[in-house]
């Protein structure tokens, strides 16, 4: 049969699907062929950091299943009291098995409703009468795509066994309340927050940032079982074992510090062969966390110090501003993922991830990926680097935003009103532009801030600003050809915009106007 036919077509009628022992994910490895692996099969090869990058995982599933296998991997460890990662795919079935202390913990399909499926808690009522057909993946997944703006609904009508099964973790994992009776998971901040992946990794290599954060997991679970959380040790783990008939939660003092939760209530079953899922409404959460506020010990999840809260990304994204802010000040209490470790090498990276949601709507899928540079890693790894870090950034961020709002946004305006004398900043139009010099500034960065650490101040600064004068510039020179101004007034609005952006740059950098180096300027400035 064809490997890249559906997986579906694959299943018998009685099939349980046991993901520890069906080969039912597609692995894309570093060299040849596609192969097809078993759970147990996968996390061995990334146990022995061989690359096995996922064929059909959506970039939103992306983190929640390196949360999952890493958080399993950390389990399994933790509990089998031989914290290795150096185990072939016989030792972690067996492990995984004892884990889940039944045969059923692993399989997609189970019959016998009283019992659990995989990431499916049993159903004590015995039927499925009341709940609702899922006719594809990506209805079941955590993506609002009633508009078909971005990725098209209910477009999954011949799915593989694989897609069911991201879609599945990706609901069960990262969704929050979705309207009455649908509550959402309990790490993240309300449930209308989201569930972010921030951490340092050596490399982008799945393989090596599953060995490095099952690493992190296994050192940090100490703090974790203290009395700053309700956890305990040998609490319960994979919360779909569990009987959940949609009225009662679970406690947090019930829960290992590891646990892998479910938000909602699923069952697969087949039909001639063929998956078929069922899902229901709830009268209560799966986990009563409301009080936690997405403090939950999350490996990835930051906290805000004052209010003690789970970082809740906004629809703006990891911006340069909000990058800083997590990585440098004291204001966020840094995950155990994003310390930096000895595995990380001299030159690592910063991956940050999150699914942003609204309430109905999906707010985008906001990705950053930040290397840093030797002389970032040593500040970092102490106090007083970090503060120094925070200060230079906090100093550019300063200065980017005083070009923007009193030097730039007055010249497009100028512009745009064609020189009038009594210019009014609030013309919506220069708004587009703006945002495009943040972008500017936002893609260069982290680059240039880490690149800059070892100059001398006066001289690194005087180059900054340097560089986002010639952004500005540039952008203004951009916007006069393409935006509409009175004809019979254009050159008085160019002569008006270019007097405007040239004074606020002389009040704003005084210094860098008065260096002996001409400051940059686009080749094609108007003159």
Known sequence: MNEHEPAASRLSPDAPLDLLDDPVFTVVPAEGPRLLVSLAELLARLGRGTPSELAYLMPHQQHVMHAFAVQLAALVCARSGAPHLDRDAAQWRADLRALGGCAEAFQLVVNDLRKPAFLQPPVPEGTLDGFQTVETPDELDVLVLAKNHDVKAARLHRPRVEQWIFALLSLQTQQG???????????MNSGFGNRPGLGAAPSLDWAQRFARDVGVALRARGDLLTADYPFVDQGLALLWLEPWDGTRSLSPSQLDPFFIEIARRIRFTTDAGRLTVRRTSTEAP??????????????????????????????????????????????????????????????????????????????????????????????????????????????????????????????????????????????????????????????????????????????????????????????????????????????????????????????????????????????????
């Open 177 to 187: 309340f979705s309207g009455r009776a649908n509550y959402g998971i309990a790490r």
């Open 286 to 527: 799966r986990v009563d966390a409301k009080s936690m506020n997405g403090n939950t010990g999350d490996l990835w999840t930051p906290i805000e110090r004052e209010r003690g809260v789970g970082l809740t990304l906004p629809a703006d994204g990891f911006s340069y501003v909000r990058v800083s802010n997590l990585l440098f000040e004291d204001d966020w209490r840094r995950p155990p993922a994003l310390e930096l470790a000895p595995e990380d090498g001299p030159a690592p990276r910063v991956l940050a991830r999150a699914m942003v949601r609204g309430q109905g709507k999906t707010e985008g899928l906001h990705e950053r990926d930040i290397p840093l540079s030797p002389r970032a890693v040593r500040r970092l790894q102490s106090r007083e680097g970090r503060t120094e870090l925070g200060a230079l950034a906090k100093e550019r961020i300063e200065a980017a935003s005083n070009l923007r709002l009193r030097a730039l946004k007055p010249a497009l305006c100028a512009y745009l009103q064609g020189g009038a004398d009594d210019l009014r900043l609030d013309d919506d139009r220069a708004a587009v532009w703006l945002a495009a010099f943040e972008r500017g500034v936002d893609a260069e960065f982290f680059a240039r801030l880490f690149e800059d650490l070892d100059d001398e101040p006066e001289a690194r600064a005087i180059r900054f600003e340097q560089w986002l004068v010639g952004l500005a510039r540039e952008l203004l020179s951009r916007a006069m050809d393409a935006l509409p101004t009175p004809t019979a007034r254009r050159e008085r609005a160019i002569a008006a915009a270019e007097a405007r952006l040239s004074g606020g740059i002389r009040k704003l950098f005084p210094r860098t106007v008065a260096h002996r180096e001409p400051l940059l300027a686009p080749e094609n400035e108007r003159t």
